[in-house]
């Protein structure tokens, strides 16, 4: 049984977050190491003739703001094909949605690649002993090798305190250091000119690839070169350094994204960089990045020394030939937490996108663009934020919420004669809310309301009632009253639901035959709907105000539809028993009602719990099955949810080896969307660092469970300083697949119950204290 103890008996234990590194430079992006200070990224490739570093920047947007996206027609026709789908009329209800309901996107546009800064070498013979590595402990991306008898070493970081990328040069013969700076244009329209200390490019993002991104923000990227001895010289549109001892690159970009000045943005930069100083600048970085780094610990055992002799990318080759590295797959774990951290701060100006802080050229040369998808990959961006320790990393993405719902209210008024406020399937960095331009994806009403469940899981977990009252539940109750407002009553039973609306991004074959998206309350549309109604409710009770509005919730829930179990014992996709059109489709949406919402569990509904595992085995077993990061990532934390440690285990371990590259980034498989490669997205780190944390620890809100989906293969280990929902943190040891000891530390106070297996414990926190538990 569980009991408690005191908590100076948990011996504390915790390993670095663990290093990448590897035997030979990158040869293409996937390769390369990634750096970003939330705002500016760089993929640092580590050449021996060239350094490239290729540049990101989240507000490098091109398109623009638009207030006339909507179909002009929408609003009348919403009524018609309500009408035709409650009559079974689905063919005509398709044909009527394609030609009036989606968007009319004028200047929607991407996130694009910038730039890169490059520094050309002079030629020598082969490099021996090289190697490049990246610390997750400091963030600090490091280069090493002999040339020509001479060590050479490079270190790059992107600072979050300073907001520049710094990339300091040595070698061990003074006056050998020689390199030619420049910034290479790539695809966007500028120009770049020099001073006696710096490149600049001055463009605009701009993408002729799509006619709605024919516009852009104008940036300039400044490339600054101190040197400490040696010539600088004018080599046109570029710098070239001889005969220095060692020389610093400072990168600064600025942009006019919501009115800034690109020029004093990067001076500022780079002033403030300089003032500093390198080793000033670096130490911040690195306790900046190591203060939440270290906040978690992961130990699933040490690889034998033969292994940890091994370059990450062969482990990771390793991995995908059978063996076992759980080491790997901590240190996956803590690299999810790194991007997290290198991508999205408190300061950043926009959340994570499609490819979180890194873009590779490639989504927007696709059928889709770098943005912020709402129908799964935007939320799984930031799934890891709350358990890893991470919060504060969600702030830049309530600011976009801010946004949306300011934009959004336009948008339920005029489409659809609403209250409160609607957005769809995709937005940009101007919190475009319209449906998207195509049919079969772009009707998804539920997709803002999807998003905003993410301010609620953020005041559950540190119960601030502050911000659940000043950020949170204007939003959320923003989304409830068009949801209320927008719900309708169907007529063979009264229940309330949604529509017409898409269940992302899935197809369904009507009675007669056709194949069609739009329908009548699709269970995602449900899930949705009940978790907003049902947080908005409990919000507004916990802060004494809108008990009318509560009144109403109250109604409207006893009214939805419940989950329902179809013909071949899955979960229903939608309101009727529909055959799918593409029974291997990569979207499982209805099975938000198991992750991120707990309205299917296995000891609380095993039969809808059942119905979930049967949706995703059809899911697999259907020819064609497609096997995408973010959909491994899902399966990892359904199969937590569902208790099943072994099956969440093959899913990481399949997301590793069959959805990850050499730099262990995720990607979409080449083909896809027609790419003729694979396609970074951050979705999949993200949503397996958070299936990590799932299946070692879960809560409510009123139960923690320690190690509820522990795999058998971990049959050792320990974790540090996870986060539980009630301002918990915890530390949990465990051995022979065992629960050896925890410790639980509560930030306020709270009374909780804490599983483990059939066993629970009742316990009482004050603020701050720390129980100790394990088996007695």
Known sequence: MLKAFSAQDFHDVRRPPGTLWYDRPATRWLEALPLGNGRLGGMVHGG????????????????GPSATDLSPTARAQVPRIRALLFAGEHAEAQRLAAEHLPGRPKSFGTNLPLPE?????????????YRRALDLDTGLATVAYEQDGVRVTREAFATNPHGVIALRLTTDRPGSLAFTLSVQDGALPGTTTTTDCSVVFSGHAYESLHSDGQQGVALEIHARLETDGGTVHDAGDALR?????????????GTDWAGADPRAR??????????????????????????LMRRVSLDLGSAPRDIESLPTDARRDRLASGKTDDALLALYFQYGRYLTVAGSRRDSPLPLALQGLWNDGLASSASWTNDFHLDMNTQQNYWAAEPANLAECQEPLFGLLDLLADRGRATAGQMYGAPGWVAHTVTNAWGYTAPGAGIGWGMNVTGGAWLALQLWEHFEYGRDERFLRERAYPVLRGAAEFLL??????????????????????????????????SMGATADRVFMEAVLRICAESAELLGVDAGLRT????????LPPLRIGRHGQLQEWLHDHEEAEPSHRHTSHLAALFPERQITPRGTPELARAAEVTIERRQQAPGWEQTEWVEANFTVYFARLLDGDAALKHLTSLVTDASEANLMTFSAGGVAGAAQNIYSFDGNAGGTAGVAEMLLQSDGREVEL???????????????????????????WREGRLEAARIRASRAAEVRVRYGADLLGIRLAEGETLGLGLG
């Open 48 to 63: 021996t003739d060239r350094e490239r570093i290729q540049l990101s920047e989240s507000t490098a947007w091109s398109g």
């Open 117 to 129: 800064v490059q520094l050309a070498f002079p030629d020598g013979p082969s490099a021996r002993g």
């Open 241 to 253: 350094l001889e005969g220095a001892d060692s020389a610093v690159v400072y990168i600064a970009v």
């Open 266 to 291: 990067a001076e500022s930069l780079l002033a403030a960089a300089l003032e500093a100083g390198y080793e000033a600048v670096r130490a911040a970085h690195v306790a900046d990045l190591r203060a």
């Open 485 to 518: 407002a927008y719900a309708v009553e169907e007529p063979e039973h009264g229940l309330l639901v949604t529509g017409p609306s898409e269940s992302p991004e899935n197809w369904y074959l009507a009675p007669d035959g056709s194949r069609c998206s739009v």
């Open 552 to 559: 109403r919730i109250a109604a409207a829930r006893r009214r």
């Open 707 to 733: 190690l509820p989906a522990l795999p058998s293969g971990w049959p050792g280990g320990s974790v540090c300083g996870l986060r539980a929902r009630g301002g918990l943190t915890v530390d949990i040891r």
